[in-house]
């Protein structure tokens, strides 16, 4: 049975210097420590301030939560790295797509404005709406056992999101008007041409929102990179929240996770 995880964003376990010490848990895992009615005795894993990875014996809960390290795990080794940039949906939707994405191994997610964009959100919004997707990541990290919390990027524009794509290793642009170059195929061009093992790729996925991505954006991000494809997910046309869980899946899977 996996072990409830916990991160911690301001404590660094090396130093601690007694043997049971107090987890500065944020207010909210704190309460879901609380909800998880945690026992003396029961064993935690936690994820420190320096990245490191404990496991943890609970040795009193009562106003704070005493453990003591029962050992120190290894990271796992790092793999291929895989980053979605979701063009912006309904609030419910993108929840659902990071909330997903995050538990099959996505490590970092842009919330893309595109043209057709149905969602239109404010400076005050947008930076509401990311704290909230956060949250929806580190609870999704929290629930899958991952060794890392996803990162979630501000809102950009595909201009701006160009920028961020040039020094991949593979540019995926799901479209459904693209000719029938799957994702297996489009990673193994980037990668035999970049000469990069598959362990060490850093692939980024972009999925359109509602209305799909407008042709003059797919060639801007086409050409942000000499390695980006257009890229079919098959016959059939993809919720923008399937295809935003289902592309970044794929690619995983083609590069070895997922297995």
């Not at 309460?31 to 301030?49: K, T």
């Not at 999101?161 to 193994?188: F, H, K, M, P, Q």
């Not at 980006?228 to 899946?249: D, K, N, Q």
């Amino acid at each position: 049975m996996s072990l409830h995880r916990f991160f911690l964003d301001n404590q660094v376990l090396a130093d601690e210097d007694g043997e049971v010490f107090a987890l500065r848990l944020s207010s909210s895992d704190f309460n879901h420590a609380r909800v998880l009615r945690l026992q003396p005795g029961e064993h935690i894993a936690v994820v420190d301030a320096a990245s490191d990875y404990f496991e943890c014996e609970v040795a009193s809960f009562d106003d704070d939560l005493f453990v003591r390290i029962a050992r120190h795990e290894h990271a796992r080794e790092t793999g291929p790295v895989v980053m979605l940039l979701q063009g912006l949906c309904k609030s419910d939707k993108f929840d659902e797509v990071v909330r997903h994405a995050s538990e099959v191994g996505v490590s970092a997610f842009v919330p893309l404005v595109c043209e057709r964009s149905v969602v239109k959100l404010d400076q005050r919004k947008a930076a509401s709406r990311v704290e909230r997707w956060r949250n929806v990541a580190k609870s999704a990290a929290m629930q899958a056992g991952l060794d890392a919390i996803p990162e979630v990027a501000d809102v950009a524009t595909v201009q701006d999101a160009c920028a961020l794509l040039a020094n991949a290793t593979c540019v995926l642009v799901c479209w459904e008007e693209a000719r029938a170059l799957s994702i297996g195929d489009a990673l193994s061009r980037a990668l035999t041409a970049m000469q990069t093992p598959r362990a060490d790729a850093r692939v980024a996925v972009v999925v359109g929102p509602e209305g799909g991505l407008a042709e003059h954006e797919v060639e801007q991000l086409l050409g942000s990179n000499r390695h980006a494809y257009a890229v079919s997910l098959g016959p059939t046309i993809l919720r923008t929240e399937t295809a935003g869980v289902v592309a970044p899946a794929l690619a995983l899977y083609e590069l070895g996770g997922l297995q």
